[in-house]
């Protein structure tokens, strides 16, 4: 369920969750290693690079889904934040509403919303499944300000431009390796990989004065 906002003449932040504010790539490879797997960064994708340590080969997209899957049931409760994450929220809530939407299965909603309370992020958190522009315009319905979205996955930001062509967008990837290797997404208006940058983004759009945003 959908809240409405407190305040709808305030702007909305929608902020995805891993590798935007929780680390998911650094413990899921630790969860590989201990399972005789590795992650190979040949390409901005899990499928397919995920290989079997003991004979080089990757692993089938089935079970990769698997192990995302039991990634989240294992880890979902000790996932590290990302660096500054908690601190630039905080800032950035003295200007806008935040809330989280991520694409973590239902089931773990509950594990997911305590996590990101624990380390200082006790904003609201919807779950999504596929592009993310359909609930996104759902949730920024309510608001007659400004709308910005971060997501590490290129597809979910084409999606939210369609669905909020007035949406300014950040691609927001953590790991150096991956950020390296996403392809550009024309439709986002930024990328960066760090949340000192995304901060200085975001403070510098939520305090533009209207006549020039």
Same mark, same amino acid.
């Given at each position: 369920m959908i809240e409405p906002p407190k305040d709808p003449n305030r702007p909305l932040i929608l902020c995805d969750v891993d590798e935007v504010v929780l680390m998911f790539v650094h413990p899921f490879e630790g969860f590989l290693a201990r399972q005789g797997l590795?992650?190979?960064?040949? #390409?901005?994708?899990l499928s397919?690079?995920?290989?079997?340590?003991?004979?080089?080969? *990757?692993? %089938? @997209?089935?079970?990769? &889904?698997?192990?995302?899957? &039991?990634?989240? *049931? *294992?880890e979902s409760r000790r996932q590290p934040s990302i660096p500054g994450a908690a601190e630039a929220l905080a800032e950035l809530a003295d200007h806008a509403d935040i809330c989280f939407l991520t694409n973590i299965p239902g089931a773990f909603l509950?594990?997911?919303?305590q996590r990101l309370s624990d380390h200082g992020m006790p904003y609201p958190v919807y779950v999504n499944s596929g592009p993310k522009g359909r609930v996104a315009a759902?949730?920024?319905? &309510?608001?007659?300000?400004?709308?910005?979205f971060l997501?590490?996955? @290129? %597809?979910?930001?084409? %999606?939210v431009r369609q669905h909020i062509p007035h949406a300014h967008l950040i691609h927001f990837i953590n790991d150096p390796k991956f950020y390296d290797l996403a392809p550009p997404v024309d439709e986002a208006d930024a990328k960066t990989k760090n949340w000192t940058?995304?901060?200085?983004?975001?403070?510098? #759009?939520l305090t533009m004065p209207d006549d020039m945003a």
């Open positions: 590795r992650l190979v960064k040949r #390409s901005y994708a397919g690079n995920i290989v079997d340590e003991a004979t080089g080969e *990757a692993v %089938s @997209g089935e079970r990769t &889904g698997d192990l995302v899957q &039991g990634f989240f *049931a *294992a509950d594990t997911r919303s759902q949730l920024a319905a &309510g608001y007659a300000g400004a709308v910005h997501d590490d996955i @290129g %597809s979910n930001i084409v %999606s940058e995304a901060k200085r983004i975001l403070l510098t #759009s």
